[in-house]
């Protein structure tokens, strides 16, 4: 027998483990294992950059709950992943990274794109490590990526020296052989913090259940939906959250959020942190009385920020949330004479009656609602929420603000966001790996196909991006990669030629302002200086660009719509195209004013926020163009 090469032995413990897919980009000396890896039948998607490769790794994770695997040349490619990784971190997305790097007797020379991966990356990962030999391949392998996934989960990293890559083990017959993981333990709470915790909730006047993303990642909807039913504790879901429990039932809280956080008195965390996008647990968005009950995977988590230590829960979810649903027995929560659910249930109708308002308003240019909602309706037409045939992918300010509410969804891991770091740029890359993820490549199956009852054997799924035009710009390439691999993705970019806001309604008025940015001398750059023509903002992008071309120039199908009669045609012809499609939205440019997010507000006489983010689901629009702010 042959002896193999440091490639192989990578590629086969890859294989070993059950992975199916490696996204990333080769070159010298990774090129060796990708082309390896694709002889054993691992599908190998190739993107335009290592940053959108490193998103898409780290949502399959997500999606598929075993660590997405990425692929890359060392030195910048290191560098440009490292924006994957640290999306992993702040998710807690399961993530393992691989790369090349320059031959061992090299380090310290100034070598091909030498450099010191492993110093570099260890403050950013659970474990970073470089094997010793070759022979010490499989057990790296299997040690990253076990603790990407085991407990809190997050990235790994290993580098791989171009003379390990290339050489040969001392004996083959001596490596070990890897098998899939087994699933992680999944803690559960001691009976002690448990009966507390009971007690506490059964003293509840207003309690409220905030639904995270942790709770879509621990696959535990059902254990949920129960304890929902049992209880008739009102539930808020986060913006990954949305789906654990559909959005249509009674009990959700998301069109009043407003009225749910300041009312709440005992607060039940499932799977979400009291970071920025929920205001830290502290007034004026919350009721200053207000108790926290953390349960997590993670323990360092625990008590921070306005939760109370004394009332933390370690243990996985589809664990503990029997337990507790025990010991609570056939308690369920009535109100009596409080108007708690009364309150949430008038802010609910207030608001829901608002939204479908500016959603009705059709005039040109069209505002984000107005848009939004036509694409809603028309997309639900050709598959209802509660099929779950819909993946929403979804980034840009106010595109991702306003669309959240819009968009309903009934299943989970069927929204994909900014995410905890608010980071623009990953919607190309989520796509991607949803795509392969539910509906894999050719003749492989996806590894995450989940139905309704969360069954295996689900029918395909359709992946939707709903994209800001300046988020859409930093990954936009990727739409190349989907048209090579054959992927359907409807992408939507709303297009007010601007981050945040545009600056002109017309191309007139835009070229004007251009011109005055590009004039020697040209006028004060703002009106507040006295100037009566000010040049284009620091915000600022081209009028009306043309972004249905890059699907077309792909072989893809490429739309503008302007009006809603051309959104809903385009929305169907995108759908029933059969490969990726790119519909250019050109809504209005929105008003400008300063710019912070809600959780900055001092109270509640504060200027409303005129920014984006992720933290809200009631939102409202400054004129045309629908610069969302958070109610």
């Not at 090469?5 to 086969?12: E, M, S």
């Not at 450099?115 to 499989?138: E, M």
């Not at 409080?338 to 308002?357: G, V």
């Not at 990953?426 to 539910?438: L, S």
Request: a neutral charge; glycine letters at 12%.
């Amino acid at each position: 027998m042959a002896s193999l090469t440091g490639a192989q032995v990578i590629a086969r413990s890859l294989r070993g483990l059950g992975v199916t897919v490696v996204f990333g980009i080769v070159g010298i000396p990774v090129v060796d294992i990708a082309e390896e890896a694709i002889d054993l039948g691992i599908q190998f998607i190739g993107f335009r950059n290592e940053q959108a490769a490193g998103y898409a790794a780290s949502v399959y994770g997500y999606l598929t709950g075993r660590p997405g695997v990425c692929l890359v040349v060392g030195g910048p490619g290191v560098l440009h992943a490292l924006p994957g990784v640290a999306n992993s971190s702040a998710n807690a997305f399961p993530l393992l990274l691989l790369a090349g790097s320059a031959e061992t007797h090299l380090i310290a020379k100034g070598a091909f794109q030498e450099l010191d991966a492993i110093s570099f990356l260890t403050p950013h990962t659970k474990q970073s490590l470089r094997p010793p030999s070759l022979d010490a391949i499989p057990d790296a392998i299997h040690n990253a990526y076990r603790t990407a996934c085991y407990g809190r989960p997050g990235p790994s990293f290993i580098d791989f020296p171009a003379d390990l890559i290339q050489g040969t083990p001392t004996s083959s017959n001596d490596l070990p052989q890897l098998s899939p993981l087994a699933s992680a333990p999944t803690p559960s709470a001691d009976e002690t913090s448990l009966f507390k915790v009971a007690q506490l909730l059964k003293t509840a006047r207003s309690p409220l259940i905030v639904i995270g993303k942790g709770a879509a990642y621990a696959r535990a909807s059902d254990c949920i939906g129960s304890f929902v039913s049992q209880t008739q504790i009102p539930f808020l879901p986060t913006p990954m959250g949305k789906g654990v429990l559909p959005d249509s039932h009674p009990l959700n809280a998301a069109s009043a959020r407003s009225t749910a956080l300041k009312e709440a008195d005992i607060v039940l965390l499932l799977g979400a942190r009291l970071n920025w996008i929920l205001h830290f647990g502290s007034p004026p968005k919350w009721n200053p009385h207000a108790k926290f009950i953390q349960i997590d995977i993670d323990p360092s988590t625990l008590g921070s920020n306005a939760a109370d230590p004394a009332l933390a829960i370690h243990g996985d979810l589809s664990t503990v949330i029997p337990q507790l649903q025990s010991h609570l027995s056939t308690w369920s929560y009535t109100p009596g004479t409080f108007p708690y659910l009364s309150h949430i249930q008038t802010a609910k109708d207030h608001n829901l009656a608002a939204a479908a308002k500016k959603a009705s308003i059709t005039a040109l240019p069209l505002s984000y609602s107005a848009a939004l909602s036509a694409i809603e309706s028309t997309l639900h037409a050709l598959s209802p929420p509660e099929d779950g045939n819909i993946v929403y992918v979804s980034e840009g300010a106010n595109t991702m603000d306003i669309s959240r509410s819009i968009f309903p969804v009934s299943h989970p891991r069927l929204r994909l966001d900014a995410g905890t770091h608010a980071t623009m740029g990953v919607g190309m890359g989520y796509a991607i790996a949803a795509h392969i993820a539910y509906n894999g490549l050719g003749s492989q199956p996806g590894e995450a196909q989940v139905g309704p009852s969360g069954l295996q054997g689900a029918s395909k799924k359709r992946i939707v991006c709903l994209e800001g035009d300046s988020a859409f710009g930093f990954s936009a390439m990727e739409v190349e990669t989907m048209a090579r691999y054959g992927m359907d993705v409807l992408i939507f970019v709303i297009n007010n030629g601007g981050v945040y806001h545009g600056d002109a309604d017309s191309k007139a008025r835009w070229e004007e302002l251009q011109q005055s940015t590009l004039s020697p001398g040209s006028a004060p750059s703002s009106p507040s200086e006295g100037g009566a023509n000010p040049g284009l903002r620091s915000t600022s992008l081209s009028f009306g660009t043309a972004y249905q071309n890059l699907a077309t120039m792909v072989g893809g199908l490429g739309i503008e719509a302007r009006t809603i009669a051309e959104v809903e045609r385009a929305t169907r012809e995108g759908w029933a195209c059969g490969k990726v499609c790119v519909v250019n939205v050109l809504v209005g440019k929105g008003e400008g004013g300063k710019l912070a997010f809600g959780w900055q507000q001092a109270g509640p006489s504060a200027r409303k926020s005129t920014g984006g983010g992720c933290g809200g689901e009631e939102r409202r629009e400054k004129g045309k163009g629908g610069r969302g702010a958070r109610l």
